[in-house]
């Protein structure tokens, strides 16, 4: 295996530049994970590229949240989270939830999931989840959670995350 400066940095780390360069090479799917935030009775949320699911039984999926999301502590705050499948077109959407700060539901249409979350309007499924753990993992936390509902919502492709860039994927015939 190859090894020298474009692998490795001197002081035996990974160089972060290749690190996310390599990463990119990797395509995932897009979610956006919504609550009412308790306190205010407004709806709010994030986005996330890391979301995976865990385990059939129980049901379990994961998702990464950095720890300087302001967003995260006021989703969190809610008894149930819906994680949100980001349709291809959504990619607008996909940039307003992961926006700092403001309205980030100024202008989209949603409709209340059985666990009272928002369920944006395009989205290609949707599921109510309880967070049952979080995992500390350098600058973002790891977020275990239990699916309660779940049900698909629209029709469409994905929107996928790659290289930097956002696109959708193309059916096999």
């Known amino acids: 295996m190859p090894t020298g400066p474009s692998y490795q940095s001197a002081n035996g780390h990974l160089d972060s530049r290749l690190f996310r360069q390599v990463l990119g090479r990797f395509a995932t799917g897009v979610v956006a994970i919504t609550a009412v935030d308790p306190a205010s009775g407004q709806p ?15 049901p379990l999926v994961a998702f990464c949240v950095a720890y300087t999301s302001t967003s ?6 809610a008894k149930v989270v819906t994680v949100n499948v980001l349709a291809e077109h959504q990619q607008d959407v996909c940039a307003q939830m992961a926006t700092k700060g403001g309205d980030k539901f100024a202008g989209l249409e949603w409709t209340g999931s059985p666990g009272g979350n928002p369920v944006l309007e395009g989205a290609l499924a949707w599921m109510d ?3 049952e753990a979080e995992h500390p993992a350098g600058d973002h936390v790891i977020v275990v959670a239990r699916v309660l ?4 919502h629209a029709e469409g492709g994905p929107l996928v995350f790659f290289r930097g860039g956002y696109g959708g994927f193309v059916e096999p015939a």
Request: proline share 7%; glycine share 8%.
């Open 129 to 131: 989840c309880v967070v």
């Open 72 to 77: 995260w502590p006021r989703v969190r705050g």
């Open 149 to 152: 509902q779940l049900d698909t």
């Open 44 to 58: 709010c949320g994030l986005a996330a590229n890391s979301f995976t699911s865990v385990s059939l039984t129980p």
